[in-house]
């Protein structure tokens, strides 16, 4: 936080935001001077540039050309042209001799012809970003006169929030657009939702004069004061929905993180190809076998001069050309060059695959799941050499931007890529929607008296016919005929021979499988599920009319604001949320779109409840924190009311957290009749809720009918305190023969003196004492809400790729580790993980949240806040403890449907039970480790789930099942604990793995590498996430790093890892029938904002995925990987002949013979005939075996134990390939 008067004062505010055309002017501008800045400060550092410094650095491995090599041949060519002078004599004229000369002037051109193509690659290598950065700018600057955005070539403001997409409101050419913040400037005129992050410092449009202008930071969390914030009432209370504030921003969020890119280009780690060229030829070659080379010939000649002088040359001769002779295969002659041309003609090969795709390509990428379990083999693509030249041409001369093909070689990196690192979830590995996984409902077996019967079907579940085997349901004739058709309500006699004479309740699950090809579509697994159709029709409608009813957008996206930014004013709360489209389920069940036309909406209402006051917190913490270390969620509900257009008939259709949700039932629908809501009933529904909210996302519906007219038709808030459970309408004590709340004596207390008549579409459920007509006040707006039916819950989950599946199981087969980095919790994520088929045991995964919170974000924030003015002098206040930064321990706010975040209080260390616990349950040890409890979880939750469809719990054995079942009801009272054991349970700890990033060194250092081995991190932020690259990348791997190319946070990440792919996340949508944009990128009119802010996000990039599949990426690897090893064999082959080349010369002299090649000979041979073969052997074909062996780790130190000469030996003899050129030799 700071003051910003003078910036403020140079910010000028449009009132309709700014144009198009003024932002994207904007943008470039800052890119122009932001690059400009950059080349400057490389200019200024001294008189050469960074690049020149360290162009012939040693210690250079990227660089195929030293310093050292280069004293090498000048010495060379020095003493071959003192030879040449000391014999040019006629008396000592030879071919030899004269040859000294053309030898000197052939190894000094090339030495200059090396040094000039190493000098150029560099400068292409450390302007690469800042090339890549201009070209970039250039399109932009092309799209201002041209484009023609509008609102509808943006995402729409209701859209769900995803993790992988940055959003924020922006006024942009006079509407509110979600626009993405990537193209955010200064000056804009954006929309602060409450709870939101703030993009970029930036200032509030309307200020109070006295306290002027007051400035927010890049990751603020924006925090408003809530109506009767600070008021303590015991009843409900109306609130107005939060609603945004403009702000302007002052600088351009984009900028930064183009900094970043252009000042890290150069840090990613030197390629394992490079090492290995830079140890063989600077170390073994230039270090070791040169000088033994040289040492060796001297000895020998001059032994030879001294004692056999008749039998060999002069002086010079015999101490200068033979050394020279010998050495010159060992020389980098041509080496540099041909090591440049091969690189880049292998970068261009690689991406030439993505040209070279076959049209039916996606066959072979649909999963397919073989019948004796083995994965399905990628297929060969051989790219031909006219498809890669004019990419090699741009590669050459630097005009490639569309990749990084020197700072982040795609072929080095893929060729030998050790871990496959996915930081993004949504979008990318799974569908952005998540779909109905589990729905629960109560039915009721029953057993009624031969004379009694069944209560007429009047109410809507009933009236709603029967489901068709067509593409709809059927309406039944009822259900469309007015009031006078309406059948009358038999009345119950007062013996109570209509009632039950024995029941039986029964929780029902039924699981839904998800079609892998399609986002929404769903499907039973019980084949006999239209068994349940008298349950599930209530259910389907409510959706209909709830859920997927797009006139509740723009209100319920303000419910979800004011809900989440009340959860903030509470530490122990957690805004949660979770509706999203379940018209699938409708369709599935018989409804049609037309279902909804016999129905308007008048009215919508949201409620939600505050935590217990401090004397019953603890109390109902521990009711719902039992078996779990998360955050409470604020128990919420959102309800419409609609009027049925033949009858005139109100309904109120709900949906909320499960808790809340069952407050407000007193009975539940049983598919045919209605049943009280009884405690062990409310019991095994919270059971489910509590458990499956900890991997899914979890809605409870109810429903009843409004008998009196509601006058009010505006939207309204309602606040509950804390300590409002006598607020609700208790559900009586069931018994036999007792009045039921659906009985006609007991909606007023007296008896009905004639048949009561209502609508086909109640359920029965009337209390007239709910509402009275014309009432507007909260209390009776909140009994209007009270007294209704359980219909069921619906459990959501986000599905795995198929695509995606396959590919992890691609690069397993490939030897390539595959790791999710996610910012879910340990228990979500390892439910993901298992989706995905990664090992998600109770040792395959580290949580990366600092164990602690940090004291000193702490006192940093509690210091700005004693330095804010007093509240009553804002306009708005800013929650200074809730004002950390996302990495500070702050409750940040889940995208697509707020998920369960972990708590950060950890200062309690034991469970004390206040009464005695069950025999079976052990206490829970204080040192117990967080990775144990989430073990433990998941544990509880698979077995929980592996008992199948909770199919029947027998009243027989409730009070054995209530018991047993360790849950939140069963504790009466304990101390919150977030680091002990769920319900008390204490399991040995199985797994000594470190928790926090700055714990992940010092456990490999002094325990073991298991770290770099665990296939998932959890509670991953950018930053943690980014060091963790640094650590694997420290201890040998290579790092390919695929995320999101819509979220501006990844930069960080890309940068750091060797090579990152950005790929385009599917977008999420409110409801399958609403489109997420109308414009993506239409040739005609330019690209959308969408496809520019994916560009402006890639440029760290070296691969970017727009429509391609992700399996796209095996062929790159297969690719690379087996130009690698083309390479390898080149090199090696090239390698192998010039050593021969050299012992020829040695042998010759040390067996007393003449030498076998003369200097040019040598020179002819090394330069032209041997590189031509060895060149040769990069043409071979790909072979699908290269996918079956390991690439090994990216090691930069030396073996110092493995003895040099041995290493060297070895190198020369490798797989017994060199033993054929002995024979040559000898």
């Not at 489209?581 to 036309?597: N, S, T, V, W």
């Not at 930069?1196 to 040559?1224: E, M, Q, S």
Request: with cysteine; charged share 20%.
């Amino acid at each position: 936080m700071s003051y910003a008067k003078e910036e403020a004062a140079e910010t000028k505010v449009t009132p309709n935001g700014l144009s198009t055309r003024e932002a994207l002017t904007c943008l470039s501008s800052e890119i122009r001077l932001e690059l400009r800045r950059f080349e400057l400060k490389q200019t200024g550092q001294g008189f050469f540039e960074p690049w020149q410094r360290q162009l012939f650095s040693y210690n250079n491995a990227d660089g195929p050309l030293h310093w050292s090599s280069i004293l090498v041949l000048l010495v060379e060519v020095v003493l071959l042209l003192v030879a040449y002078t000391l014999t040019d004599d006629e008396e000592f004229y030879t071919p030899r001799h004269t040859g000294a000369l053309v030898e000197a002037c052939v190894i000094f051109l090339l030495l200059i012809l090396n040094m000039y193509m190493v000098g150029w690659d560099s400068k292409l290598a450390y302007y690469e970003m800042v090339t890549r950065a201009k070209d970039m700018l250039q399109q932009l600057e092309g799209l201002i006169e041209e484009s023609c955005w509008n609102e509808s070539s943006y995402l729409g403001r209701n859209t769900p929030l995803s993790p992988c997409i940055t959003l924020q409101w922006t006024y942009r050419d006079g509407a509110l657009v979600n626009m993405p913040q990537t193209l955010l400037v200064k000056g804009d005129l954006i929309a602060m939702r409450p709870g939101y992050i703030v993009p970029a410092r930036c200032r509030p449009v309307q200020v109070d004069t006295k306290v002027g202008v007051y400035a927010m930071n890049a990751g603020d969390q924006y925090m408003p004061i809530m109506d009767g914030a600070e008021s303590v009432f015991c009843g409900p209370q109306v609130r107005a929905p939060l609603g945004t504030r403009d702000f302007v921003v002052l600088e351009t969020p984009y900028i930064p993180y183009l900094r970043l890119a252009l000042e890290e280009s150069h840090n990613r780690p030197c390629s394992k190809l490079n090492k290995a060229r830079h140890k063989v030829y600077t170390h073994y070659v230039e270090k070791i076998l040169l000088p033994f080379i040289l040492v060796m010939m001297t000895v020998a000649n001059a032994l030879r001069f001294i004692y056999l002088p008749q039998t060999v040359g002069k002086w010079p001769e015999m101490f200068i050309l033979l050394q020279m002779d010998a050495v010159i295969p060992l020389l980098p002659l041509v080496f540099p060059i041909m090591w440049l041309l091969m690189n880049n003609y292998g970068v261009a090969t690689v991406l030439a695959v993505l040209n070279c795709l076959p049209a039916d390509f996606s066959q072979y990428s649909a999963y397919d799941s073989l019948s004796d379990g083995t994965v399905a083999e990628v297929p060969v693509i051989n790219v031909t050499r006219k498809a890669a030249w004019d990419i090699f041409m741009n590669v050459l001369h630097g005009r490639c931007t569309s990749t990084l093909p020197r700072t982040a070689s795609v072929l080095h990196a893929l060729g030998s890529v050790t871990a496959f690192c996915c930081i993004d979830k949504k979008g990318i590995l799974s569908w952005p929607n998540p779909t109905a996984e589990k729905i629960l409902f109560l039915t009721e077996d029953e057993d009624r008296a031969p004379d009694a019967e069944t209560p007429d079907s009047g109410s809507v579940m009933a009236s709603m016919g029967n489901v068709s085997e067509g593409n709809g349901i059927r309406l039944g004739e009822d259900f469309l005929e007015l009031k006078d058709k309406l059948s009358p309500l038999k009345p119950i006699i007062a013996d109570g021979s209509g009632l039950r004479s024995s029941s039986k309740t029964s929780v029902v699950v039924l699981d839904l499988s998800h079609d892998s090809m399609t986002p929404f579509s769903i499907e039973f697994d019980d084949p006999m599920w239209k068994r349940h159709i008298g349950s599930l029709k209530p259910l389907g409608l409510n959706v209909l009319l709830n859920t997927c009813n797009q006139k509740t957008l723009d209100f319920y996206t303000h419910v979800t604001d004011h809900v989440y930014k009340a959860s903030l004013n509470d530490k122990d709360a957690i805004g949660v949320v979770n509706r999203r489209c379940l018209c699938e389920m409708p369709k599935l069940i018989g409804f049609a779109d037309c279902a909804m036309d016999i129905f308007y909406m008048e009215q919508q209402l949201a409620m939600y409840r505050n935590l217990p006051s401090t004397q019953k917190r603890e109390k109902y913490l521990h009711h719902v924190q039992s078996f779990i270390k998360f955050k409470t969620p604020l128990p919420n509900m959102f309800s419409v009311i609609v009027r049925e257009k033949n009858s005139g008939m109100q309904q109120l259709l709900s949906q909320g957290t499960a808790d809340l949700v069952l407050d407000c039932c007193n009975e539940f629908w049983t598919g045919e009749d209605l049943a009280p809501l009884r405690p062990d009933n409310r019991k095994k529904i919270l059971d489910f809720y509590h458990r499956s909210s900890l991997t899914a996302y979890c809605t409870a519906f109810a429903y009843r009918p409004l008998t009196h007219p509601i006058s009010s038709n505006e939207n309204m808030i309602i606040e509950l305190p804390g300590d409002c459970t006598e607020m609700f309408p208790q559900p009586p004590t069931p018994s036999f023969g007792s009045k039921k709340s659906w009985d006609t004596d007991s909606f007023d207390d007296r008896r009905l003196s004639q048949a009561r008549y209502f609508s086909e579409d109640s359920l029965l459920s009337v209390m007239e004492k709910a509402n009275s007509v014309g009432a507007l006040d909260a209390a009776n707006e909140f009994q209007a809400q009270c007294n209704q039916i359980f219909i069921g819950l619906v459990s959501m989950q986000y599905q795995a790729k198929t695509e995606i599946i396959e590919l992890i199981e691609q690069l397993e087969c490939a030897c390539i580790r595959f790791v999710h980095f996610s910012e879910e919790s340990e228990l979500r994520s390892r439910v993901f993980s298992e989706k995905l088929g990664l090992e998600a045991g109770w040792n395959c995964h580290i949580s990366l949240l600092n164990k602690n919170t940090s004291e000193q974000n702490l006192q940093e924030a509690a210091d700005k806040e004693t330095a804010l003015h007093s509240q009553h002098s804002l306009p708005y206040r800013l929650d200074m403890m809730e004002l950390m930064r996302p990495n500070g321990g702050r409750k940040s706010r889940c995208s697509s449907a707020p998920d369960i975040v972990s708590l950060v209080d950890t200062t309690s260390q034991q469970v004390t039970f206040l009464e005695k616990p069950n025999i079976n349950v052990l206490e829970a040890l204080p040192d117990t480790e967080a990775s144990e409890r989430s073990d433990i979880e998941l544990q509880m939750l698979t077995q929980y789930e592996t008992m199948g469809a909770i199919d029947e719990f027998d009243e027989s054995n409730a009070n054995e099942t209530q018991q047993m079942t360790l849950s939140a009801s069963h504790v009466t009272s304990s101390s919150r604990s977030s680091t002990s054991a769920p319900g008390g349970f204490y399991m040995a700890n199985r797994a000594k793995l470190p928790r926090g990033i700055e714990n992940i060194r010092p456990h490999i250092e002094q325990v073991d590498n298991v770290p770099l081995l665990v296939p998932l991190f959890t509670d991953c932020t950018p930053k943690t996430t980014r060091e963790m690259f640094k650590i694997m990348q420290e201890y040998g791997e290579i790092v390919c790093c695929a995320g999101s190319s819509l979220r501006l946070h990844n930069y960080g990440s890309f940068m750091q890892a060797d090579i990152s792919i950005a790929l385009a996340p599917r977008f999420p949508q409110v409801c399958r029938k609403v489109p997420t944009t109308t414009a993506v990128g239409d040739s005609s009119v330019g690209p959308s904002p969408m496809e520019l802010c994916r560009t402006l996000n890639t440029l760290a990039c070296s691969v970017s995925f727009d429509k391609e599949d992700p399996t796209t990426i095996l062929q790159l690897i297969m690719q690379a990987r087996s130009y690698t090893a083309n390479i390898h064999n080149c090199c090696h082959f090239l390698l192998s002949c010039e050593l021969t080349l050299t012992l020829l010369q040695v042998f010759s002299t040390i067996f007393l013979l003449p030498p076998v090649l003369n200097g040019s000979q040598v020179l002819w041979l090394s330069c032209v005939v041997v590189p031509l073969l060895s060149v040769s052997l990069l043409g071979k074909p790909v072979e699908r075996d290269v996918m079956k062996k390991a690439t090994g780790k990216n090691s930069g130190v030396l073996n110092k134990k493995v003895k040099n000469a041995y290493a060297l030996l070895k190198l020369y003899t490798r797989d017994h390939a060199n033993f054929r050129f002995l024979p040559i030799v000898l």
